[in-house]
Each structure stands twice: as C-alpha cells, then as structure tokens.
C-alpha cells in the first residue's frame, strides 16, 4: 500500500504568506489607479480671480496673477481678500474668539516639501509608496493642485492662549460666509473635493457665491455643476 505523501506545514504557510502579499500589492495597485481616474472631472477656468478652482483634477494655470501682501505674522495672501479677512477677524474678536492666520501662500517648492513630507511620514508608519502617496494626497495636495498657491485660500487656527481651535472652527461654520469665505472641504465631499474634511481651511470667494454655498450645504466643485 502506497504511504500518502506528508505536507510540508512550511511550505502551506510560504504559499499563505505569498498570496497574502500579492492581494496587498493588487490592492495598492487597483487603489492608485482609482486615485489617478477614479474622479477625473475638470472645471472650466473662472475668468473671475476668486472663483477658479484647483484640486487634483483642476490644476493652476501659468498664467494666474497674484497680489501678494505680508501678513504681521510673516504669511502671505493676496491682498484682495486683506479687507474682508481683516473684516471677519474683527467680527470674531469682538465675540471673544480669536483666530489666525496659520498658513497663507505657499510657493511650489513648500508645496512639494510638505507633500514630501506628509508621504515619508506614511512610509515610515509601514505604508507602501504608492499606498502613502495615495493617502497623503487627501491631506496635501501635490504642487499645481493646492489652493495656497492662489493666495485667496488661508488655514486658521486659534490663540491658544485666548481660545481653542474649536471654538475658533465652530464660530467660522457660522460666520464666515458673511464675509466672503467657505469652509473648502466640508464632511461627507471627500470624493468631490479630493481633500478629506479641514474645518481651518477657508477660501474666498465673495459674499454672494459664499451665502449660496452655505445656504445649500454644497462645496464649491457642486457650486460649478
């Protein structure tokens, strides 16, 4: 009588761990590929300066004009949008919340760096690249694709030594529309945006167009549909 051959625990295990990996790899693969299609709509070019959208499909044009200014604290926006962000800084001052102006303006080179950044930082917690790349990208637009190169787009934090960020965040919720501004990634716009949610990141785009984005609970890419 023939004796049934013996397997090799071993190598049962080899083949697990091999097809565990190539499921992981595809995945990463099948992920990248939806992150570069997977919303591939483009926005016609607003001839108006504060209505032109970037985001990762919509890059900026070579040829958009910026009016940049200094702020006290050394960041810059463009001095268009000074008086109305000026205006609603006040506003909340006056109702005992106190924001700033975290970051403004921001070259391509300090685009790249913080988007260099955002990646290795993934890599090192074990990410993949091209699962990091792909992850980092919903926080940090890659160079061309970022609103702070329009210098109408600012991330607001709090004093901390007046108020928290919170307190900051929801007074803007509220408020900022009067002024000109939206809150640029809403929750629940992920996929329309490109960007997850950042309740500090607002953008001008002038009192009319701001009252009807907040009145219809819409992000500005909906705005153009």
């Known amino acids: 009588m023939a004796k049934k051959k013996r397997r090799n625990p071993i190598l049962k295990v080899l083949k697990v761990v091999v097809v565990v990996y190539l499921l992981l790899v595809l995945g990463n693969l099948i992920g990248d590929i939806y992150s570069r299609l997977g919303n591939t709509h483009t926005i016609a070019v607003s001839d108006e300066w504060n209505l032109v959208v970037v985001n990762r499909w919509n890059e900026l044009t070579e040829d958009y004009d910026i009016e940049l200014m200094e702020l006290s604290n050394g960041q810059k926006i463009d001095e268009r949008i000074y008086p109305y962000l000026q205006e609603m800084f006040d506003a909340a001052r006056a109702e005992g919340i106190y924001p700033i102006v975290r970051e403004g303006y ?21 990410y993949s690249r091209s699962r990091a790349e792909r992850t980092a990208k919903e926080w940090v637009a890659l160079p061309g694709t970022s609103e702070h190169q329009l210098g109408i787009a600012v991330d607001i ?4 030594s007046k108020c928290s960020n919170d307190e900051v965040y929801e007074w803007l919720a509220e408020n900022a529309h009067e002024y000109g501004f939206i809150l640029r990634y809403p929750q629940g ?3 329309i945006t490109g960007t997850s949610y950042e ?8 009192e009319a167009v701001a009252l009807e984005i907040y009145e219809r609970g819409i992000c500005l890419e909906e705005y153009f549909e």
């Open 106 to 126: 921001r070259t391509e080179k300090e685009q790249q760096a913080l988007y260099d950044e955002k990646v290795q930082a993934y890599i090192n917690e074990g």
């Open 157 to 160: 934090n709090a004093d901390k």
């Open 189 to 191: 716009k992920t996929e």
């Open 199 to 206: 309740p500090w990141h607002y953008r001008y785009v002038g």
